[in-house]
Nanobody, 126 residues
Framework: QVQLRESGGGLGQAGGSLRLSCAASGLTFTSYAMGWFRQAPGKEREFVAGISRSGVVRDYLDPVKGRFTISRDNAQNTVYLQMSSLKPEDTAVYYC???????????????????WGQGTQVTVSS
């Protein structure tokens, strides 16, 4: 049974930092590109960041470039999202997801990802 379990969400202040983690189990982690998506109330789920199987390729949503960093530890089956210079518009539920078909690239559409975590709330106060 595949499980993706996010942690690290919570309340942050504008200009501050939070670090999200996603621990994967039940899959061969190195066979999957990993992504972080977010969904704010009343908005569609959007791609935030993704990392290829090897960790070499990374991609980001334009508004988070330079502020967020995605990384992965293949020995720990874990993917991270370091969020800095937080803004109130970063408030959303953040989901990690796994994509087996990506090959050595990163894809940015939610329906390309097979497995999803339950989500973790991030709230940024101004």
């Amino acid at each position: 049974q595949v499980q993706l379990r996010e942690s690290g969400g919570g309340l942050g202040q504008a200009g501050g930092s939070l670090r999200l983690s996603c621990a994967a189990s039940g899959l061969t982690f190195t066979s999957y590109a990993m992504g972080w998506f977010r969904q704010a109330p009343g908005k569609e789920r959007e791609f935030v960041a993704g990392i290829s199987r090897s960790g070499v390729v990374r991609d980001y949503l334009d508004p988070v470039k330079g502020r967020f960093t995605i990384s992965r530890d293949n020995a720990q089956n874990t993917v991270y999202l370091q969020m800095s210079s937080l803004k109130p518009e970063d408030t959303a539920v953040y989901y990690c997801a796994a994509d087996r078909q990506a090959g050595n690239v990163v894809r940015d559409r939610w329906n390309q990802y097979e497995y999803w975590g339950q989500g973790t709330q991030v709230t940024v106060s101004s």
